[in-house]
């Protein structure tokens, strides 16, 4: 190793990494060290893959996408992960851009060509790491809107910590049941721990986009909710959850492009696409509920995996 990567991380960041307790999991160890938890992730950057993104909704990706930053790993391990190249702990954790210098030349280059946009995707076990690019972002003048884009499996302290730094919060919101949370994730707080972080979220943002003249997304708060086959009723309780706990007023982008990543053998609900009329009863529910803002995914597009988000103008 020819860089020393603790020279990327301030004093706290060290300390967190010293006996990481970043995300709910809470393992305590040592990941200055070399020390592996439950994400498998060391101090390094670990980053995967940077490249401009085009299939965000459409505030954020505009014609020209946004430069995404995706980290390996994750700290949700979801059966149905449309990911799992990435996100699999049990894979090699890939870092492929060694150095600050290299991951922010990557991102300066993107961002030439993309919207003035930063996307960190499954960044709650890497916050320090994603913080140190940003820092190195504007040492260099740069100061792309930052997206925090996650499985909603993040601490509130966290959260709080984000504040000033992340200009949107991308969550995903998976379950309102622990019992499915358990089986499909093996995290069965994850309903009450997704619901502190969001509503964390939502303190800092309130539940308006702000936009600029282009309706490029300047600050806000998009809640993600994919539907599974054969559980469009959980789907609706994750809505009703939003609308009642949150806001009536917040933008949910309800996306239907589910793609069986291989075989589950013990959940066969999972091992086909949904159907026109699994979203369209979520849908209906979410008109129902008084939900008014946010984006309804062309059903067609699971067929092609990527998201193709339309906006419907729930107005
Ligand atoms: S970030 Fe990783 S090591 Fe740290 S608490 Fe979470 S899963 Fe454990």
Known sequence: MNYDITDFYTQEEKTM?????????????????????YCQSDAE?????????????PVLSGEKGICNVFFSHCNCQCL????????????????????LKEAADKIEEILQES??????????????????????????????????????YDKVEEIKGLEGIVDIYLPDFKYANKDLALRFSKIKNYPQVCLQAVKEMYR???????SDERERALRGLIIRHLILPGHAEESKEVLENIAFELSFSVSISLMG???????????????????????????????????????????????????????????
Not at 19 to 33: D, I
Request: hydrophobic content about 30%; proline content about 5%.
């Open 17 to 37: 990494l010293s006996r990481c307790m970043l995300c709910p999991h809470e393992c305590g160890v040592n990941r200055l060290e070399g020390e592996k938890g």
């Open 115 to 152: 919207e003035n946009i930063v996307g960190f995707v499954s960044p709650t076990h890497q916050i320090p790491m994603m913080k140190s690019i940003i820092r190195e972002l504007h040492r260099r003048n740069l100061h792309p809107k930052i997206v925090y884009n996650t499985s909603g």
């Open 204 to 210: 800092q943002t309130g539940s308006s986009i702000l």
């Open 80 to 99: 149905f992960c449309q990911n799992k190249d990435i996100s699999d702990n049990r894979k090699k954790c890939k870092n492929n851009y060694k150095t």
């Open 45 to 57: 950057l670990n980053i995967a893959l940077i490249c401009n993104h085009k299939g965000e909704e």
């Open 257 to 315: 492009q589910y793609f069986p990543p291989f075989e589950i053998k013990d959940y066969p609900e999972l091992n086909r696409t949904l159907t026109k009329e699994e979203y369209q009863e979520v849908a209906e529910h979410f008109h129902a509920l008084g939900l008014h803002n946010g984006w309804l995914q062309d059903i067609s597009s699971n067929a092609e995996y990527l998201p193709d988000f339309e906006n419907m103008g729930f107005k």
